[in-house]
Protein backbone atom coordinates (compact mmCIF):
# COMPACT_ATOMS: atom_id res chain seq x y z
CA UNK A 1 0.00 0.00 0.00
CA UNK A 2 1.44 3.72 -1.01
CA UNK A 3 0.82 6.76 0.94
CA UNK A 4 0.13 9.73 -0.50
CA UNK A 5 0.54 13.16 1.47
CA UNK A 6 -0.14 16.55 0.21
CA UNK A 7 -0.98 19.90 1.88
CA UNK A 8 -3.20 21.06 -0.81
CA UNK A 9 -5.43 19.10 -3.09
CA UNK A 10 -7.98 20.26 -6.06
CA UNK A 11 -8.65 18.73 -9.28
CA UNK A 12 -7.55 20.08 -12.68
CA UNK A 13 -10.14 22.93 -12.95
CA UNK A 14 -9.37 24.00 -9.45
CA UNK A 15 -12.60 22.78 -7.79
CA UNK A 16 -13.07 20.81 -4.94
CA UNK A 17 -11.32 17.13 -5.72
CA UNK A 18 -13.49 14.04 -6.13
CA UNK A 19 -13.39 10.48 -5.97
CA UNK A 20 -16.19 7.90 -7.74
CA UNK A 21 -17.99 11.50 -8.86
CA UNK A 22 -18.03 12.43 -5.03
CA UNK A 23 -16.65 15.44 -3.09
CA UNK A 24 -14.26 14.68 -1.13
CA UNK A 25 -14.74 17.66 1.25
CA UNK A 26 -17.00 19.91 2.91
CA UNK A 27 -18.46 23.04 0.25
CA UNK A 28 -18.66 24.99 3.17
CA UNK A 29 -18.81 24.75 6.39
CA UNK A 30 -18.79 27.53 9.47
CA UNK A 31 -18.74 27.75 13.37
CA UNK A 32 -20.24 31.12 14.89
CA UNK A 33 -21.31 32.60 17.69
CA UNK A 34 -25.24 32.87 17.84
CA UNK A 35 -26.04 34.91 20.60
CA UNK A 36 -25.29 39.31 21.24
CA UNK A 37 -23.02 40.25 18.35
CA UNK A 38 -23.48 37.44 16.00
CA UNK A 39 -19.26 36.24 14.66
CA UNK A 40 -18.12 33.42 12.66
CA UNK A 41 -15.16 31.65 15.11
CA UNK A 42 -13.84 29.37 12.24
CA UNK A 43 -15.29 28.76 8.31
CA UNK A 44 -14.31 27.71 5.21
CA UNK A 45 -16.54 28.65 1.75
CA UNK A 46 -18.64 31.58 4.16
CA UNK A 47 -17.61 35.01 3.76
CA UNK A 48 -20.32 36.20 6.52
CA UNK A 49 -23.34 35.53 8.68
CA UNK A 50 -26.32 37.99 9.42
CA UNK A 51 -28.12 38.32 12.46
CA UNK A 52 -31.96 38.70 10.88
CA UNK A 53 -33.41 38.27 15.00
CA UNK A 54 -33.92 35.52 17.08
CA UNK A 55 -32.74 32.80 16.04
CA UNK A 56 -32.37 33.52 12.59
CA UNK A 57 -29.31 34.04 10.46
CA UNK A 58 -28.35 34.03 6.86
CA UNK A 59 -24.75 32.62 5.74
CA UNK A 60 -23.40 33.34 2.70
CA UNK A 61 -20.81 31.88 0.85
CA UNK A 62 -17.84 33.51 -0.71
CA UNK A 63 -18.35 31.30 -3.38
CA UNK A 64 -21.58 30.34 -5.00
CA UNK A 65 -22.86 26.81 -4.88
CA UNK A 66 -23.51 24.41 -8.08
CA UNK A 67 -27.28 24.88 -7.58
CA UNK A 68 -29.30 25.21 -5.14
CA UNK A 69 -29.65 21.74 -4.13
CA UNK A 70 -27.06 21.45 -1.54
CA UNK A 71 -27.52 19.20 1.42
CA UNK A 72 -26.66 20.97 5.50
CA UNK A 73 -26.31 19.53 8.81
CA UNK A 74 -25.09 21.23 11.75
CA UNK A 75 -25.92 21.49 15.37
CA UNK A 76 -26.58 24.27 18.00
CA UNK A 77 -26.06 24.70 21.58
CA UNK A 78 -27.19 27.62 24.51
CA UNK A 79 -26.41 28.13 28.05
CA UNK A 80 -29.12 28.60 30.36
CA UNK A 81 -31.75 26.89 28.22
CA UNK A 82 -30.18 23.16 27.50
CA UNK A 83 -28.97 21.96 24.31
CA UNK A 84 -30.35 23.36 21.32
CA UNK A 85 -31.24 19.75 19.72
CA UNK A 86 -33.15 21.29 16.42
CA UNK A 87 -31.64 23.48 13.29
CA UNK A 88 -34.15 23.84 10.59
CA UNK A 89 -33.85 25.76 7.39
CA UNK A 90 -36.58 28.90 7.43
CA UNK A 91 -39.31 28.84 4.85
CA UNK A 92 -38.78 31.43 2.51
CA UNK A 93 -35.88 32.28 0.97
CA UNK A 94 -34.59 28.79 2.37
CA UNK A 95 -31.48 28.15 0.02
CA UNK A 96 -29.90 30.04 -2.66
CA UNK A 97 -26.80 29.21 -4.22
CA UNK A 98 -25.29 32.27 -2.50
CA UNK A 99 -26.74 31.98 0.83
CA UNK A 100 -28.42 29.43 3.37
CA UNK A 101 -31.14 30.91 6.02
CA UNK A 102 -31.28 28.80 8.51
CA UNK A 103 -32.88 29.29 12.15
CA UNK A 104 -32.26 27.42 15.46
CA UNK A 105 -34.61 26.10 18.39
CA UNK A 106 -34.65 24.89 21.18
CA UNK A 107 -37.10 22.02 20.28
CA UNK A 108 -39.06 21.08 17.33
CA UNK A 109 -41.79 23.34 16.69
CA UNK A 110 -40.34 25.61 19.41
CA UNK A 111 -40.14 29.80 19.09
CA UNK A 112 -36.49 30.53 17.41
CA UNK A 113 -34.21 30.92 20.31
CA UNK A 114 -30.51 32.56 19.93
CA UNK A 115 -27.31 29.67 20.12
CA UNK A 116 -24.33 30.71 21.92
CA UNK A 117 -22.78 28.01 19.37
CA UNK A 118 -23.88 26.90 15.99
CA UNK A 119 -21.74 24.67 14.03
CA UNK A 120 -23.10 23.61 10.18
CA UNK A 121 -21.27 21.92 7.48
CA UNK A 122 -22.83 22.15 4.09
CA UNK A 123 -21.92 19.56 0.49
CA UNK A 124 -22.91 20.43 -2.35
CA UNK A 125 -20.19 21.62 -4.87
CA UNK A 126 -19.42 24.84 -5.99
CA UNK A 127 -20.22 27.08 -9.67
Request: glycine share 10%; no cysteine.
Amino acid sequence: MSTVKANDLTNVTGGIPTVKSQQLIPTAWVNFNGTATVAIQDSENVSSITDNGTGDYTITFATAMANANYSGGGMAANTGMGTVLHWRYSSSPSLTTTAAHVRTARNSGEAASDSYIVSIVFMGGQA
